[in-house]
């Protein structure tokens, strides 16, 4: 403990990094510092008692299949919507046990990744059981955009802090929502300009001490936010590439959610330009020493994946 800190004067974020800590110290699978590390943050994740969790688990860690899970999890939801009880169903248990699944597996690990993503499809593509509702259930994912918006509140600086672990379930997740993008399951583009904007459009800058986490210095933010907005060029390539839409609000009680960082100063969009800024900023990174290997070692294989999908 930091001297002149005693534990009767500690604030939640010290409280909780000294926990992080005595976690990192005593456990050294990384999935299960996540799981640790997120009953500590309070991140939003599966119910202590979930029906869902353990399934995904076992789903994950190959003792069911996609069938046999499916078998296990749909009937009970087909039975509540046929009795019009459709409300009765802890879907946000079911997302929180998904979203939080996808945080402990790496990004680098694909095949595991797109098992969670199967799923997602399998749920969308399962056919609504007779009932008196005559709006679809399965095929809008009802609660999932909520649900993974919350999930994205447990960013690093917010949720979040910057232990290594968290920076991977950062990444992780973010790579989950980006397959989900690539393959139609759901529209979410628009986390990609968040994560973009959080890594590249602004100039990371020392901070002071917040209320909830240590003080993060630029090397820590960079290191956190690069590989969270790597990971959207590497699941999306060539889409996120020729995607140009703009996203300028029509309504000004819309907010601006796709605005620019300080760097850029165009338009809410995506777009060939705003491209080109976010790999010059992957190259500028790619060459900071100050930050760790890592984080300049995935930006410029940011860098080359951008490059490939602007040849393809």
């Avoid at 002149?4 to 005593?26: C, T, V």
């Avoid at 990609?192 to 001490?209: F, T």
Wanted: charged share 30%; with cysteine.
């Amino acid at each position: 403990m930091a001297a002149g800190h005693s534990p009767e004067h500690e604030s939640l974020s010290q409280k909780q990094n000294r926990e992080i800590e005595d976690i990192l110290s005593s456990t050294q699978d990384v999935a299960q510092q996540i799981d640790e590390i997120s009953k500590v943050r309070g991140w939003f994740r599966p119910e202590e008692d979930s029906k869902f969790y353990p399934l995904i688990q076992d789903y994950l860690g190959g003792k069911l299949d996609l069938a046999a899970l499916s078998a296990k999890l749909f009937p009970p939801m087909d039975e509540a919507i046929s009795a019009n009880r459709s409300g009765d169903i802890d879907l946000m248990d079911l997302w929180y046990s998904v979203i939080h699944s996808s945080k402990r597996i790496s990004y680098r690990d694909t095949e595991s990744q797109s098992k969670i993503v199967a799923f997602m499809e399998a749920f969308k593509n399962h056919s609504d059981p007779p009932s008196q509702s005559k709006e679809p259930f399965y095929a809008v994912l009802p609660a999932f955009n909520m649900a993974s918006r919350e999930a994205y509140n447990n960013s690093p600086g917010a949720g979040a802090g910057f232990f290594d672990p968290e920076i991977q379930a950062w990444a992780n997740y973010n790579y989950f929502l980006a397959c989900l993008t690539k393959d139609g399951i759901d529209d979410i583009y628009l986390y990609a300009i968040w994560a973009m904007r959080e890594a590249l459009e602004n100039v990371q800058k020392d901070e002071d001490v917040d209320e909830r986490m240590k003080p993060a210095t630029a090397c820590q933010k960079y290191d956190a936010y690069v590989p969270a907005a790597a990971v959207w060029v590497f699941a999306l390539g060539t889409k996120l590439y020729e995607k140009e839409q703009d996203l300028t609000p029509t309504n000004r009680n819309q907010g601006n959610p796709a605005r620019g960082g300080e760097l850029w100063t165009g338009r809410a969009e995506f777009s060939k330009e705003r491209w080109g800024l976010w790999k010059r900023r992957f190259q500028e990174i790619s060459g900071m020493e100050e930050l760790k290997k890592e984080t300049r070692d995935v930006a410029r294989e940011a860098v080359e994946a951008m490059e490939k999908a602007e040849g393809e």
